[in-house]
Antibody, heavy 119, light 107 residues
Framework: QVQLVESGGGVVQPGTSLKVSCAAS????????IHWVRQAPGKGLEWVAI????????YYADSVRGRFTISRDSSRNTVSLQMNSLRAEDTAVYYC????????????WGQGTLVTVSS | DIQMTQSPSSVSASVGDRVTITCRAS??????LAWYQQKPGKAPKLLIY???SLQTGVPSRFSGSGSGTDFTLTISSLQPEDFATYYC?????????FGQGTKVEIK
């Protein structure tokens, strides 16, 4: 069965960096794009980034472009989100999710990992 | 960026009621529209994609309609397990954007 498992969340200070990861299993990893979506405490969903199935393209939300980098490692079936210059407003649960075939939705989601940016 | 606006923000309903949630895009997204259900402390779950296609395993009481800028999610007969928050999301262009959510509460 399709599984996405996030890891790497934690408490960090403003201005520092953190890397969160998403381990994928149960499907042909190289055939699907992977998204990151975040949710601040008590708030709605915010799309963050996507990496293409082959790693050839990435897109970012305006709020993170230039600070966050999404990448994938096909040898380990993982997708990472490197987050630099973190701000208090980046505090959220970060979910990874699989892109639907055809790219019109996100069909499988992980359980999320909490990132807290606080001094 | 395409802005997605849902209405209402919350709705109180009883088991067996018909519930309708609308989603409006700031510009046309064709049929590139998905709906998700999220329960507290859980990841979102895909319900509808391509505006009206039911995801495998989702009960048929859920349906979606619309194209262009105006979309609707309908729950034909609300069940206890349907009390949750619902989000629309456009997939026409990047950045992908979600609506602000509609909370379906028990009346």
């Amino acid at each position: 069965q399709v599984q996405l498992v996030e890891s790497g969340g934690g408490v960090v200070q403003p201005g520092t960096s953190l890397k969160v990861s998403c381990a994928a299993s149960g499907f042909t990893f190289n055939s699907y794009g992977i998204h990151w979506v975040r949710q601040a405490p008590g708030k709605g969903l915010e799309w963050v980034a996507i990496v293409w199935h082959d790693g050839s393209n990435q897109y970012y939300a305006d709020s993170v472009r230039g600070r966050f980098t999404i990448s994938r490692d096909s040898s380990r079936n993982t997708v990472s989100l490197q987050m630099n210059s973190l701000r208090a407003e980046d505090t959220a649960v970060y979910y990874c999710a699989r892109d639907c075939t055809g790219g019109s939705c996100l069909d499988y989601w992980g359980q999320g990992t909490l990132v807290t940016v606080s001094s | 960026d395409i802005q997605m606006t849902q209405s209402p923000s919350s709705v109180s309903a009883s088991v067996g009621d018909r519930v309708t949630i609308t989603c409006r895009a700031s510009q046309g997204v064709s049929s590139w529209l998905a709906w998700y259900q999220q329960k507290p402390g859980k990841a979102p779950k895909l319900l509808i994609y391509d505006a009206s296609s039911l995801q495998t395993g989702v009960p048929s009481r859920f349906s979606g309609s619309g194209s262009g800028t105006d979309f609707t999610l309908t729950i034909s007969s609300l069940q206890p397990e349907d009390f949750a928050t619902y989000y629309c999301q456009q997939a026409n262009s990047f950045p992908r954007t979600f609506g602000q959510g509609t909370k379906v509460e028990i009346k």
